[in-house]
């Protein structure tokens, strides 16, 4: 699938790994959506970029704001790119060194963003891309989901945030196998250590000793590398199904 022509839809889109993946895509030929709750943020790198991208404020695992940033994106052309990069981390033991169990609203909320909420978009895309006419290779369009090498390795603490990206990784297969008859794919890609503002969150020792980690290369992921993998997943029809780790081959240790 080519990037000229198509509109893409990015949660997330107003930092982080969202942030690269509308610039690159936009300097590709796409026009682009910028779903996030950050307005401010939004609102100015629709600005910058121009007239081929528009914001929309949502949470995504609310139906209405996200059947409104998918009208807004039919607005702009044919919704043909779904990328997946909204999320959240909370990190806690299922019992603390006080004794005190792990909070389930937190838990909930984990979930509630990252898998109820990657469902969400995904759903509501694909019925939109539905409607479309197939490209000549018989796509109508493509879903990048975003999960995380948590959900092969999940660290001590990550036990709600390994839990929804391995649901994400879950629903990969499955929904690809959903949607084949109507020409729509679906593929995940799982990142390492990337140096994007959820990771940012973590104090300074634990960020150096997470990059020690990886074999090669020996640093955090820069964004644009991510988005780099991203347009090859949208330009590759054969590409389906798949979850593809992007993490400089690191296997998260316990701690």
Known sequence: MELE????????????LGEATVRRL?????????VDLNAQRGEALAAELGEKV????ANVADEAGVTQAVERAQALGPLRIVVNCA???FAARIVSREGTPHSL???????EINLVGTFNVLRLGAAAMAKLDP????????IINVASDAAFEGQVGQVAYAASKAGVVGLTLPAARDLAGLGIRVVTIAPGIFDTPLMR?????????LTENVPFPRRMGMADEFAMLVEAVIRNPYLNGETIRLDGALRMPPR
């Open 5 to 16: 022509g198509a509109v893409a839809l990015v949660t997330g889109g107003a930092s982080g």
């Open 26 to 34: 936009v300097a590709g030929g796409a026009k682009a959506v910028i």
């Open 54 to 57: 528009a914001f929309a404020q």
């Open 87 to 89: 999320g959240i981390g």
């Open 105 to 111: 609203e937190h838990f909930r909320r984990v979930l």
């Open 135 to 142: 490209l000549p290779t018989g796509e109508r369009g493509v």
């Open 201 to 209: 969150l973590l104090p300074e020792p634990q960020r150096q000793a």
